[in-house]
C-alpha cells in the first residue's frame, strides 16, 4: 500500500486529495492545524490517519517528522497555502500580510521537504509534489498584481528547483503542480473547476511521474508550464 502525506486537508484541494487516495487504497496522512474544526476529514474511511500540523511552525514540523520516523511516505503533497489580503495594487498596498504569506506557501514547503527527506527516501515512489500556481509563473504573468501571491508561489518553484537537484542523489522525484482555478474557500466561486476535476488531473499527472520529470512544473492537465 502506497502512503501520501497531504498538508492543508482540513478543506479545498488537500481534502480533495485526502478523499481520492483514501478511495484508491492508499495510507493517507491527513494533516491539519485543528482536526477539531475540518468537519469533512470526520467521515474518512480507516486508511486515513489524521495528524496536527501547522507548516508555518517549525517546531510543529519537527515534531511529525520525529514522530512518523521510520514510516515510508511515497508521496508528499505540500498543498498547504493562504493568498493573504488582497494587496490592492501599486499605491495602496498592504504589506502587513507578505511575511505570513511567504511563510506557509514558501518557507513551510521547504521546511516539509527538508524534515521528510528520510521519509521519501526509504519509499517506493519518491515524490515531492509542491501545489502551485499560474500565478507563480513569471513566463505566463500578462495581468500583474497579486504581488505577495505571485511572489510567494515564484519562490516555491525556485525552491523546488533547487530541491529537484539536492534531492536527486536520494532517487527523490520534485515538482510543482498548478491545480487550475477550482472552486475553494481561496478562489472566487465563480473558478470554472471543481475540486474533484483539478485532483483528479493532479492524481494522473502524478501517476505518470518518473524521475525525468524532476524540477519540472506542470498544468494539473499534464502540460509543462513555463517557470
Ligand atoms: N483554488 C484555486 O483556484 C487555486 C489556484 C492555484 C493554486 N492554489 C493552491 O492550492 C492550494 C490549496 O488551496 P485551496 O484552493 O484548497 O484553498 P483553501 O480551501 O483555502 O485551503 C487551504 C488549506 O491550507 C491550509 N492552511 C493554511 N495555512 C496553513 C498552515 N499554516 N499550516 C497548515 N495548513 C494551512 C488550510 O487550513 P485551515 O483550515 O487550518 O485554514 C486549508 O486546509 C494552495 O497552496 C493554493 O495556493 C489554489
Not at 494533516?31 to 500540523?53: F, I, K, M, Q, Y
Not at 521519509?119 to 501545489?131: E, M, T
Not at 519540472?216 to 508550464?225: A, I, M, N, T
Request: aromatic share 8%; proline share 3%; hydrophobic share 45%.
Amino acid at each position: 500500500m502506497s502512503c501520501v502525506l497531504i498538508t492543508g486537508s482540513s478543506r479545498g484541494i488537500g481534502l480533495e486529495f485526502a478523499r481520492q487516495y483514501a478511495a484508491a487504497d492508499w495510507s493517507v496522512l491527513a494533516t491539519c492545524r485543528e482536526p477539531e474544526r475540518a468537519a469533512g476529514l470526520g467521515d474518512l474511511p480507516a486508511n486515513v490517519s489524521l495528524h496536527v500540523l501547522d507548516v508555518a511552525d517549525h517546531a510543529s514540523i519537527d515534531r511529525l517528522a520525529n514522530r512518523l520516523r521510520g514510516v515510508a511516505i511515497d508521496l508528499l503533497i505540500n498543498n498547504a497555502g493562504i493568498y493573504g489580503t488582497h494587496d490592492d495594487g501599486l499605491g495602496a498596498i498592504d504589506y502587513t500580510s507578505w511575511e505570513a504569506v511567504f511563510r506557509v506557501n514558501a518557507i513551510g514547503a521547504l521546511k516539509m521537504a527538508e524534515a521528510f527527506q528520510d521519509h521519501l527516501a526509504r519509499s517506493r515512489l519518491r515524490l515531492l509534489v509542491a501545489i502551485g500556481s499560474r500565478m507563480g509563473s513569471v513566463g505566463m504573468n500578462s495581468r500583474g498584481g497579486n504581488y505577495f501571491y505571485r511572489a510567494s508561489k515564484a519562490a516555491l518553484n525556485a525552491l523546488h528547483r533547487s530541491l529537484a537537484i539536492d534531492l536527486a542523489a536520494h532517487g527523490i522525484t520534485a515538482v510543482v503542480l498548478s491545480p487550475g482555478w477550482v472552486r475553494t474557500e481561496m478562489a472566487f466561486p465563480g473558478a470554472p473547476q471543481s475540486a474533484a476535476e483539478s485532483v483528479g488531473g493532479m492524481r494522473r499527472v502524478i501517476a505518470r511521474l518518473t524521475p525525468a520529470d524532476t524540477g519540472k512544473f506542470f498544468d494539473y492537465d499534464g502540460r509543462e508550464l513555463p517557470w
